[in-house]
């Protein structure tokens, strides 16, 4: 069944209609979703949603473009979610050169931090990289060494998926592969293992073709796969199949 590796039902374009849409989700098809907190308000919401319904989980993290919120104390309540029972992973977490919201500097300095924490957690990572490919990787090298992960909405080079997957990481999969400007997208999935491939929407945003611009959800993850199928030449269910396995494997779910 369909594994959503990346949602924010926390989102107050969900706020109307929570409650009837996850109840939906079973009869669409999906039994499984992380919910990924990119604030402290987001994490907070993501942990009462995985108390809530027993098919959602939690990442809790601090995305860059929140980085100013960390200190001391700030960081110390994170860690302490960290332990809870329904938290798979620390996400988002990365680098923002895009928005640059905040000092390039103390995005940084908290990226590495989180990853420290995912480390002495035990716990995987989901990555948020946008136009900051350089710095992201090298961090990546440089501070994630043995810690799994999943680089979410990817929007790099084939050679740079290689050199994540190298690394042992997961390539997320969403929305943009169905767009008609998705090519370097659709590339990367035809040239890298399903194996290394997970599914996503990032919903509210970023809505698969044919709902591009619309607010999106779990169950429209099944055009991506769709694509993903028609891409790489093989079933739909082989795709849904093999990307909930390995959604299982990298946050350390029991299927
Ligand atoms: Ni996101």
């Known amino acids: 069944m369909i594994f959503d590796t990346h949602a924010h039902y926390d989102d107050k374009q969900f706020d109307e209609d929570r409650d009837e849409l996850l109840n939906s989700m079973a009869a669409m098809g999906v039994n499984t979703i992380v919910n990924v907190g990119a604030s402290f308000k987001g994490c907070r919401r993501a942990l009462e949603l995985a108390e809530k319904y027993p098919f959602m989980y939690a990442a809790v ?3 860059p473009d929140e980085a100013g919120f960390l200190n001391e104390d700030t960081f110390a309540e994170l ?8 938290v798979v992973a620390v996400g988002e977490i990365g680098l923002d050169y895009y928005w640059d919201t905040e000092p390039r500097d103390l995005q940084k300095k908290w990226f590495v931090r989180q990853l420290e924490l995912a ?3 035990g716990l995987p990572v989901n990555i948020h990289s946008r136009d900051a490919a350089e710095d992201t990787f090298r961090i990546i090298k440089e501070h994630a060494e ?3 992960g999943i ?5 790099g080079s084939r050679e740079l998926a290689s050199e994540y997957v190298k690394l042992g990481f997961y390539i997320g999969v969403g929305g943009v592969v169905t767009f008609k400007n998705g090519k370097k997208l659709k590339q990367v999935v035809k040239e890298i293992s399903l194996s290394n491939i997970v599914l996503e929407t990032d919903c509210p945003y970023l809505a698969p073709e044919p709902y591009r611009g619309k607010r999106n959800h779990s169950g429209y993850i099944k055009y991506i796969a769709q694509e993903v199928a028609g891409l790489k030449g093989i079933t739909y269910e082989e795709v849904i199949e093999e990307t909930e396995k390995n959604a299982r494997a990298v946050y350390g779910l029991k299927s």
Do not use: A, L, Q, T
Request: charged share 25%.
């Open 61 to 63: 993290g601090i995305h």
């Open 79 to 86: 860690k302490g979610w960290c332990r809870g029972d329904k």
């Open 119 to 121: 480390r002495e957690m």
């Open 146 to 148: 043995g810690i799994p």
């Open 151 to 155: 680089i979410h909405c990817f929007s």
